[in-house]
């Protein structure tokens, strides 16, 4: 995880939130490639669940709601956690992780366990009391609840279908940390799957295994291996206030197997509480769906595609024959930051200025870096290192067969090919 870490600090993915100021205790800000990744991830899984099926429309609702949607959601009532604070230092632990009956901190006497609710609160406007707090919205799911009518009105569409968005939660995490596995501000990508009231559980089970379906194939899509992966079945007791069923799909991360996406079956908890009904157009009935519900986290996934992608291998080098060893971030190539590298052997204008065209004509199609510094086996592994898929190494002889060489990141493979078809190889490897 350190070397992750210090990788993504260095290289520009993940900068500590606020750093000049000392930071800000687990917030972080994500830098040129990691910024990159996190477009990439959100492009893809819009791609894939929003736009290639025509059973599910997108919504982008606001991250404020009106706090009756939290209190018919359940969420003032029961998104809580039990926490015990101390009478002398006043700091507050989990309940339920707490070895001893005193302060962890300072040895002191705990008060009796409350309820805390994990809500991020704020008010609008110029005065600040309880009349106009409001909270940031713990999950997205809600925004495409109370939207539901407002989507069936104006889309046409009919059962089964899905309402799917992506954008940012808030929680007051008690015990944030792990990096950006857990923090207060994340983004979350979601779907809630509609589907009629099922007459028996064979039904919504079928559902249910549709979606567990599409959501390992996601997970392999972004690189990571089976057995990365532990599917959770969670118990009765752990469930959330509106599930009767839930799987977490566990990565194998670093610092330990923890929870990467959920699928639950919220069965019509929520439209029910939001008093949300459809009709059916053929049979006139008028019923509360059910709801199957995706959801997955784009940090985590980052974080989890990240771990999975880095290698460390011994390969040779390319100036003395040698081997040393390299950093190489096996990225899917959809998921790479950067696409490819443009490197001319020399900084001679006669090899950087058509280097730099083809740089810029590229730049119309992919994420491309120049890079004409230091020697080409130290470029190469730069480049390795933040996964870019491909580089484009220019020298004297291109000036004169019109050619360059590409290197494929994983098998190091070099090829030669002329300068006018790049375009058309990365756009047959990538696209
Ligand atoms: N609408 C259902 C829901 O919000 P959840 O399991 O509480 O379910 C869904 O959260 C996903 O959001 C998680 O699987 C995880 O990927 C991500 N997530 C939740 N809390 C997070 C946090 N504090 N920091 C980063 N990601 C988080």
Redesign the pocket.
Known sequence: MDKIISLAKRRGFIYPGSEIYGGLQNTWDFGPLGAEMKVNIRMEWWKKFVREREDMVPVESALIMNNKVWEASGHLANFTDPLSECEKCHHRFKTDQLEKDECPDCGGNLMGSKQFNMMLKTHLGATEDKSNEVYFR????QGMFVNFGNVIDSSRMKLPFGIAQIGK?F?N?IT?GNY?????E???M?IEYFIPVPQNDAVWQGYFELWRTEMKNWITHLGIDADEIYELEVTKDEL?HYSKR?I??EYKFPFGQK????L?YRTDFDLKNHNLKYRDTESGEEYYPHVI?P???????LLAAMCSAYTEESAPTSEDGGEDMRVVMRLPAWLAPVKVAILPLSKKQELSEPAKKLASDLRKEFTVVYDETQSIGKRYRRQDEIGTPYCVTLDFDSLNDGKVTVRDRDTMVQERISMDSVGEYLRDKLL
């Open positions: 713990p999950e997205t799911a939660s929680r995490e944030p950006i596995f857990r923090t207060r994340f983004e979350q979601e959330a839930t977490d799909f929870e990467l996406y959920g639950a519900e959801t997955f986290g784009v940090e985590r996934t």
